[in-house]
């Protein structure tokens, strides 16, 4: 089969490569589609992975071409996403179903082989139905609409809220799809790109701000009538945007930070005054999985895909090649490429749904 391999940090090459086979608990799957996360790009680009060689790839749909013979409920030609964390399923946070905390996992594209390649073999236990109308590559991205509604999940969010997103990459424009369909009134979608904010208008933003242009707190404020948001979602891992997040909620608000940044963050005296005045919850989100694994988080977001509740067309910027993909990450590198969604298809374009 074909894949691409990396050796190293910011080497790629596609290649030929042996065609797994599945283990008895697992499946094959064609891989028809398969997106670029954003933590893949430090991953390639700066950090590296935890081994190497390695396939990367952890976003991905195909359709199921051979069935181990302890698999049930699954067949030939069915269409499937999958989680991409393997728990240990022993640790204590697995033994409390918070497997986003598990301390002994491994996970597809980043510890073991992923899903930039023709095949991949996958667990039963991560498999998530498409149905047969829903494009591949919508399947593929699952993984960040169901990082979008963990963040809701550990806010407890509903749509009686106001909302704030700050960062519009995948799953922030997943965040405010996800807010338009529990029903908020009131969306605020803050980045520095005008084009991502007008994709943001479209996914269900009810109001945008350039934060290189306006002061998205004040802009906020005057939007909500002077009492902020009830939540802020941060997206970015942007310092700046950290801190706005928290001047621009409101009494008994919760501020959920999901962006990675790598930086510190240093609070100024109103920040830290208006968390304890106004009481508001600063909360963390990492990753998407719950119990029964993997979570209702992956389940709600197949459903919505399936039942078009979801549109990821309104975020994929890129259909490639598989080819395509070191090319593509040296643009990336180097700067040359704007973009948001990057889909790729190691068996062919013209299959996409």
């Not at 094959?28 to 398969?34: D, E, F, G, S, T």
């Not at 190497?52 to 359709?63: M, S, Y």
């Not at 605020?188 to 994709?199: F, N, R, S």
Request: glycine share 8%; net charge negative; with cysteine.
């Amino acid at each position: 089969m074909k894949a691409v391999l990396m050796t190293a940090i910011k080497e790629l090459n596609y290649v030929d490569y042996e065609k797994p086979t599945p283990k008895d608990d697992e499946v094959l799957l064609q891989i028809m589609a398969v997106g670029v996360c954003g933590s893949d790009i430090p991953r390639i680009l700066v950090s590296g992975p935890h081994v190497l060689p390695i396939i990367p790839g952890h976003e991905f749909a195909g359709r199921i071409v051979e069935v181990g013979k302890n698999v049930k409920g699954w067949k030939v030609g069915d269409k499937a996403s999958a989680a991409p964390l393997l728990p240990c399923n022993e640790c204590e946070w697995c033994k409390k179903g918070i497997y986003s905390l598990c301390e002994d996992y491994k996970y597809y594209g980043s510890r073991n082989n992923g899903a930039f390649a023709q095949y991949l073999a996958v667990k039963e236990e991560c498999l998530l139905r498409l149905d047969a109308d829903t494009p591949y590559d919508w399947g593929a991205t699952i993984d960040p609409a169901a990082n979008a509604i963990h963040a809701y999940l550990r806010a407890n969010g509903n749509g009686e809220d106001t909302v704030a997103v700050y960062g519009l990459g995948a799953i922030g424009l997943f965040a405010i799809q996800y807010a338009k369909y529990l029903g908020c009134k009131k969306i605020v979608a803050v980045d520095i790109d005008d084009g991502k904010l007008e994709d943001a208008v479209k996914c269900g933003a009810t109001f945008t701000v350039n934060s290189l242009k306006e002061n998205p707190v004040e802009k906020i404020k005057e939007y909500t009538d002077g009492k902020g948001v009830t939540l802020s979602l941060e997206m970015s891992g942007a310092p700046i945007c950290q801190h706005q997040a928290i001047l621009g909620t409101g009494k008994m608000g919760r501020v959920v930070y999901l962006g990675i940044s790598h930086k510190p963050l240093e609070l100024s005296e109103k920040a830290v005054d208006q968390i304890e005045r106004y009481q508001i919850s600063i909360i963390g989100s990492w990753n998407s999985f719950s119990n029964p694994y993997p979570g209702f988080e992956w389940t709600e977001a197949a459903k919505l895909m399936n039942e078009k509740g979801f549109n990821p067309d309104l975020l994929i910027s890129h259909r490639l090649d598989l080819s395509e993909m070191p090319e593509i990450f040296k643009q990336i590198d180097e700067k040359k490429l704007v973009y948001n969604k990057i889909m790729f298809y190691p068996n062919g374009m013209e299959e996409r749904k």
